[in-house]
């Protein structure tokens, strides 16, 4: 019959335990199971690159290229004649412009980490001025 296993002690985030999660050392535990998820977050760098300038060029042109197929000059048909203006090329545009400054903050997340490290030194301070 297969013995139960005893429940594992919950720990706190940043808690480590004294008996190593159960490993004979610390290290022990980092080679055969690793990091845990905030030793991780800890000793990882905090690296921002920004977006490659031939990434924006290709981006600009490419939205160049659909608006000029857009014009009437490409793709006409007998009989058929389009307006050299539409008011789809100022909504497209307006679209890209908005929709580029959402993907920005949502991919930038230096504010976020900066309100973690400012909400983690009052935490710290906190705790020292109350011992």
């Given at each position: 019959m297969k013995e139960k296993l005893s429940s594992t002690e919950e720990t706190g985030w940043?808690?480590?335990?004294?008996?190593h999660f159960g490993y004979g050392s610390k290290q022990e535990r980092l080679d055969k199971r690793g990091l845990e998820d905030w030793e991780l977050l800890e000793t990882m760098e905090s690296t921002h690159t920004s977006i490659p300038?031939?990434?924006?060029?290709?981006?600009i042109v490419l939205l160049l290229?659909?608006?000029?197929?857009?014009?009437?000059f490409w793709g006409n048909r007998p009989g058929f004649e389009r307006d050299w203006f539409d008011w789809g090329i100022p909504a497209?545009?307006?679209w890209v412009i908005v929709m580029s400054f959402v993907i920005y903050y949502f991919v930038d997340l230096?504010?976020?980490?900066?309100e973690k490290k400012e909400k983690k030194q009052r935490e710290q301070e906190h705790?020292?001025?109350?011992?």
């Open positions: 940043g808690d480590m335990p004294e008996d300038y031939w990434f924006i060029a290709l981006f290229v659909a608006i000029g197929l857009t014009f009437p497209g545009v307006a230096r504010h976020i980490l900066k705790n020292v001025s109350t011992k």
